[in-house]
């Protein structure tokens, strides 16, 4: 077993998890609406919709790569690719963190918390998110394809629970310090490209 990988693994995670997506805003601006408990079951909802998409990873995936170390070596590919892809895109996008312009209505705790688990399961870009990020991370040679995906699943479910509502609990704090730091989203900005560049290229050069 690889701990390196899996160390690498975590940060990665945690620096995803950071980077202010829709998720993170989502998450954000339900807990200044709702409040900071209700920040938290959006975002259990939200992490909870990672279980699906792990699971079709798993099993849609892990049969193809270990059969073919062509298929691996194109799926490695296309995650970098991917994920530069992904680094253009929030280059050439607004560097600005806009909040005050977005209204959410008043909703209770299971509600949200559904709401979080929908926008996850529903939204196909996760689906393409987790097939280019996580088959370069398989930090083992003894434990099954399968075992290992569901693994970095968890983990990269843990890591977003855990900085989604740390942003739940700060919501008031952190939106206070966005609106009077207009730089922060320049920051971001670039923290985003360094990100995803950073992580295709050590996809890019993993081993099976």
């Keep these: 077993m690889n701990y390196d990988i899996l160390?690498?693994?975590?940060i990665a995670s945690a620096a995803l998890a950071i980077a202010p997506g829709p998720d993170v805003i989502y998450v954000l601006m339900q807990?200044?609406?709702?409040?900071k408990k209700y920040g938290m079951a959006t975002a259990a909802g939200l992490v909870s919709g990672c279980l699906v998409h792990t699971s079709l990873l798993a099993f849609g995936v892990s049969a193809v790569i270990k059969e073919s170390d062509l298929v691996f070596f194109l799926i490695k590919l296309f995650g970098a690719l991917y994920l530069f892809y992904l680094a253009y895109r929030v280059f050439k996008s607004d560097a600005q963190l806009q909040l005050a312009s977005v209204e959410l209505?008043?909703?209770?705790?299971?509600?949200?918390?559904?709401q979080g688990f929908l926008m996850n399961v529903l939204n196909p870009k996760v689906a393409i998110f987790y097939l280019a990020f996580f088959p370069g991370f398989l930090f083992s040679d003894t434990l099954s394809t399968v075992v290992q995906f569901y693994v970095l699943g968890l983990i990269f479910m843990l890591v977003a629970f855990v900085i989604f509502s740390f942003i739940a609990v700060l919501s008031g704090a952190i939106s206070k310090y966005i609106t009077g730091h207009s730089s922060l989203g320049?920051?971001?900005?670039?923290?985003?490209?360094?990100?995803?560049i950073g992580i295709g290229l050590f996809i890019l050069l993993s081993n099976k």
Excluded: D, E, R
């Design 31 to 35: 807990s200044i609406v709702n409040g």
């Design 7 to 10: 160390s690498t693994f975590i």
């Design 186 to 196: 320049f920051v971001l900005k670039w923290l985003q490209v360094v990100v995803f």
């Design 105 to 114: 209505p008043k909703n209770g705790f299971f509600k949200l918390f559904k």
